[in-house]
């Protein structure tokens, strides 16, 4: 595993960067105030080869690596990890599961739209009763025919409204618990399926989450992914690459507070000097720095695993954990560098504390990741 940037990678890099500072980075705090998700954004990443990035050639990818990916994702997540989750939610969470567990007529239909045409996917899985414990949730699938009936509702779906396709996690058999857990592909605008208001957050309010209801939606025995029973394996393996996302998030929206704190503490002079010349200042921007560093390793290395077709689901879960605690340490720490200023809406620190929050619980809570750990080095 190389520590050095490719000059493909390096490539990805300055394009995304330059796309970032033209497109995202004039309107983030606008966005942010007035809880506007901009498609235009998305479209734009997509245009530029991020959102498929990583996948298969064959439906319309880009053939790149997953490390190439969280490269390029970084970029966006320094300034605006709303915009970021909206893509990666589509990359990870809904094209790559279709992709790995889809049929080749699955993949046509539900898989080659994403790759070839700035669409947005979403993921099902979270009920306002089944977040960590997704044996419990409600919405469930009956067998009609060829068909399967679905009725239920999801909760914090990114995209959700903004979506062209989901995909849905049902109960087909609610004795079984976990292994009762059955996946659908679907179009988002399937009759039957109705969106809740946008949800009012702390955070990360240029991406959008509503709720999303099933009423007597009617799906064919073909849009079921994998086979019945397997649902709870598949959300949990795509979970997987999901977390390499996330703590793509933390890493950026990390190294973003810390450039925004040195530049500020460099301008920003008191005492007859600039406040960067304090030892203090200076031993906590030094602590920062390590850990923007050691995130960045552990997101690497987990990529690396997943390119290479290594186990990767211990280095995800540590991955995710690190990095969102690192992002919302050195935001925060951040925030204490501007003083008072950090605390007022005009300077962005703030604004990535409040994104940061976020990081730390979805995609399994830190908590959960802690389990995950656990449960890997024990066996």
Sequence with gaps: MGFVLSDEQKAVQKVV?????????????????????????????????????????????????????????????????????????TSCLYAWPTWFYGTEEQRERFLRPILNGPKLGSFGLTEPNAGSDAAMQQTVAVKDGNNYIINGSKKFITNAGENDFILVFTMTDQSKGTKGITAFLMEGNTPGITYGRPELKMGINTSMQREVYFNDVKVGKNQLLGEEGIGFRIAMKTLDLGRISVATQGVGLAQGALDHAIKYTKERVQFGRPIASNQALQFMMADMQNLVDTSRMLLWRAAYNMDHGLPYALEASQAKLFATDAGMKVATDAVQLFGGYGFIKDFPVERLMRDAKIAQIYEGTNQIQRMVIASQILR
């Design 17 to 89: 960067r330059e796309f970032v500072e033209k497109n995202i980075v004039p309107t983030v705090k606008e966005r942010d105030e007035k809880c506007i998700f901009d498609r235009k954004l998305t479209d734009g990443l997509y245009e530029i080869g991020v959102q498929g990035l990583f996948h298969d050639k064959k439906y319309g990818g880009g053939g790149g690596l997953v490390q190439t990916y969280a490269v390029a994702l970084e970029e966006v997540c320094r300034h605006d990890i709303g915009i970021a989750a909206a893509t990666s939610v």
